[in-house]
Structures are given as structure tokens and as C-alpha cells.
């Protein structure tokens, strides 16, 4: 902002020596803030303990600038985010070039001291994670870009899942393709489901390793959770100890942990629903009429269902004080919804196609009739033309073929009306099996999203319900 004194009263006239003189500020435009899917994030990981109060976080910018060698005009446009409880920093800009320069940095320099940095490019704000399983060796990134072909959505990044045979592909949207080509050959793709960050040097849960703020505190064993001493050999374990149920059954870390099992299922939920919720956020609402409807389900679904087959039985409350009890409703509020409106959906689409059935047998069987009728009529018009004498030709032929021609334009009349109405009754069917087949697409593909939890409830009412031979 800038501020000039000025020596002139409101009237331009000048002010008398020694009195107050007044202050103008010349404001700048107010800026249009730019859309979210322009921006481009850069993830920068800082050494634990680095981002202290006593660091100002606009010097830490004017730092990285520099260190990229970003124009003044440039690194007004680069904004900061920090996360001191991770060291981590978020630069967002919307030129690829700067994002470009501030990726190739790898090395900043801090309060007198050089520190190596790797920089990282976020994915984009609407976006959603796929993987594929048994590829058959490792990749690099550049080869799996090459490699990799989808039909249906764009591929943003890729890269292998830690030593596993598994990638880890970001896709442009929010819809994960079914099938996903790599080097021509066909793998099943299936949402990501991510784990909940473990630190393996506290055995702490919500952050890593190299992100531990309790860098100062000796680590501890992964199987006893006491602390090491500076010779990690001298240590000798007793028996294993979970921190975060507090029994010697299993280690802290340990993959039957109930309660490490209860974070995954919670971080595997809210990237469903951070994912479905995207998903509505892009796509256009549907019409007011239906919108209602679509918001108001029924509370329960009929029993003998689908949706009730699906849901199955409400579990039952059982106390435990090892495992947590996750909130039942919370969790199937959404598969409820979307299953009862599908469920709806198909009952409807079947009523429709069982009356254009009873429509198609009703026509079928009236052109049947009236096909029987006019035939009938037509023949006995025949017999009377050939019985017909010379003197009373002029006259009676002329009356029968007036009825034989008016007969026949009737029927071939009636016979246009009925094909047309049996066109139209089949196109109206043919749309609405590939509208019943749209939802049997969805139907199946939300079976395939549902948790392990409904999965395993859903085999157990199956099997219950299969008669015993």
C-alpha cells in the first residue's frame, strides 16, 4: 500500500504552515482468486525439529524462493502452508515453470546450515488412487507411464508400491477405471485403500518416522515397546507388549493389533467417502423433482430385500475392552442410502417392463382378432362377387367392391396403427433394460466397494439363507 502526504485541503487549497496534513493511500485492486484445480502443490520434507516459532515461515519462503532462483514477480505468486507437527511445507503456485524450479531444488540453506531436501509433487485436488497387483517386477516411474493405458480416465502419476509387485496409479476425476492396461495386458483395478501412518521409532500412529517430533527420545523396540539403549544388541526382549491395547498377546506393531485394525478401517472409510463425496461435488445435481426422493429414502428396507440381504442383521453390541467399537450407523449410513435408492430403482424399471409386456400380449392378441375378422369378412365378399349374374352386375359389384376397397383400407389401416404401437412398446422396453442393466452395473459395483465388514456379513446371511439338501 502506498501512502503519500499530500499539502492540499479537500477544496485544493493549499494548508497553512504548521497545520495537519492529510494522508491518502492508493490501494491496489482487489485480486480474483484463482480456481483450485489451477494450482500446483509442492511437498517439501523438512528434518524433524526444523520448523521452530523462532523461524518465521515468510523468511522459510523467501529462502526457498531464493534458493530457486524464482524473479521477484515470480515468488509473489508462491504461497506457503506449514505443518510444524510433520516438518512438512506446501508450496502452491499455478505456473508449471515455477512449479518445475521448486522441484528441482535439493538443497536449502537454514540458519547458517545447509539442508538436503526432496521435493514432491502433490497430486491434484480432484483426483482418486487405483492399484494394481502382481505386475511382475519393478518399474521405474517413467517406465510405467510408458507402459500404462487406460480406455476411460486419464493417468496422472504412477510408481511401485515399496518392494511389493504393486503400483499405485493417480487418475484425472473420481472414477477409478475397472481394467487397466500394462504392457498390453489387462490387470483388475481397485481403489487404494490407505493405512495409517506408523512411526516405527516411537510406535506411535499418525505420523512416520522421519516425521517424529520426539526425535530427542530414545526409540523403542518393536516388540517389548521399552526403550533402546545406545547399543541396540545388548537389548534382549522379554515378551511382546502393545502400547495401544495394553496386553502381552501381540507387539504394538503387529498386523492382528485390534486397534491398528480399527485405524485402517477408519482411514479405508474416509477415503471412500472423501472420494464419494468428490465425486457428487463434480457431478451435476439431479432435478428438483426427483431430488426430494432421492434424499428422503425409506428408513428400513423391506425384509426379504436386496438392501436387507446386503445389510444383513444389525450386529450386536459385545463389550471388549481391547477392541473399539466402531459406531455401526455412521458406518452403513451411506451404503443404506445408495442401496435403498437402487433397490427402488430396480423395482421400478421391473414394474415398467412388466407392463409393456401385458401391453405387447394385449396388441399381439387384438391383431390376431381384427387380422381373423377382416379375413373372414374378405371371404365372404368373394363368395357374393361370384355368385353375381350378368344383369345385376353394374349395380351390386360396383356396392361390393366400394365395401371390399373401404374393408381392406381399414385394415391396412388398423395394421399400421398396431406396428406402430408395438415400435414404439419395444423401443420404450429396449430403453429401459439398458437403463435396468445401468443399475445392475452399479448395484454390483457398490458390492465391490462395500467394507470387509459388510462383505463378511453379507457370505454369512447368504449362506443362513441357502436351503440345506
Sequence with gaps: MDFAASQVNEDNTPSPEGSWNTVSANRKPASTARPRSELITVGIQLPPGTLTPKLPLY?????????????????AEVTLQAKPAQSLVFLKTHSPLTAHLLLSLTSVELNGKPITIKPYALSPPISCLGVIHNVGGHF?????????????????AARMMGSTESVLITFAGTIIPRFVYFKRVSFRCRPHKPKPPTCTRYLAIGHRAHQCPQHSVPAKCRRCASPLPADPDAHVCAQPWCIHCQVNTHSSLDSTCPYLLAKQRDCAKAAFLRRTAMRRATQPSPPSSSAHELLSPPATSPPGSYAAKVKGTPPMCTSSSNTPSPSSSNESRSFDLRLAILERNQREQQRVSDELQQKILALTQTLATTTSSLTAQLTELNKQLTTLTAPT?????????????????????????????????????????????????????????????????????????????
Design 59 to 75: 523468511d522459510l519462503l523467501s529462502t526457498i524462493t531464493a534458493a530457486a532462483n524464482l524473479s521477484p514477480k515470480t515468488s
Design 140 to 156: 521405474t516411474t517413467s517406465q510405467l507411464l510408458h507402459d500404462l493405458e487406460s480406455f476411460t480416465s486419464d493417468i496422472l
Design 393 to 469: 352386375y353394374s349395380s351390386h359389384v360396383t356396392k361390393l367392391a366400394d365395401m371390399v376397397h373401404t374393408t381392406t383400407t381399414a385394415h391396412h389401416t388398423r395394421l399400421v396403427q398396431l406396428e406402430n404401437s408395438i415400435v414404439r412398446i419395444l423401443t420404450t422396453l429396449e430403453t429401459q433394460s439398458k437403463q435396468l442393466e445401468s443399475f445392475t452395473y452399479m448395484l454390483n459395483s457398490l458390492q465391490e466397494s462395500l467394507p470387509p465388514a459388510k462383505k463378511k456379513e453379507r457370505a454369512r446371511v447368504g449362506a443362513s439363507s441357502t436351503p440345506k439338501t
